[in-house]
């Protein structure tokens, strides 16, 4: 199903910050980062400390690659493909999020490199 949920506002999003939103059940980590005048949506779940906590980590870029470094264990993820950069067997989901009329939109069934 190609359905976009309305997550929040685009003024709930942190700059160079995450934010979580239950969507569709599913905790997704929201990443604003207005320099870069990009925002990336990924599963909030660390798989490597078992908790969600993905949204509460630091964001920045690793040669040139935007990720999320988790809060517990410092793994980086990529914002872009999920994949976690120190281990490439593991990776998170991630998802087509954009914004429409000041609202963030997420879908879940499409993942990013589907909606490029």
């Known amino acids: 199903m190609n359905q976009w949920i309305d997550a929040c506002s685009i003024d709930d999003l942190q700059a160079n910050s995450g934010v979580c939103a239950?969507?569709?059940n599913q905790q997704v980590a929201i990443f604003y980062m207005p320099d870069d005048n990009a925002v990336y949506a990924i599963n909030n779940y660390d798989p490597f400390s078992h908790i969600n906590a993905l949204s509460r980590g630091l964001i920045g870029d690793i040669k040139g690659e935007p990720m999320v470094a988790?809060?517990?264990y410092k793994q980086h993820f990529s914002l872009k493909t999920g994949r976690?950069?120190?281990?490439?067997?593991?990776r998170v989901?991630?998802?087509?999020?954009?914004?429409?009329?000041?609202?963030v939109?997420?879908?879940?069934?499409?993942t990013i490199e589907e909606a490029a």
């Open 93 to 103: 989901e991630t998802y087509a999020i954009r914004i429409n009329n000041a609202r």
């Open 105 to 110: 939109e997420i879908n879940t069934n499409i």
């Open 70 to 72: 988790s809060p517990i």
């Open 84 to 90: 976690c950069l120190e281990d490439e067997n593991i």
């Open 22 to 24: 239950l969507v569709e």
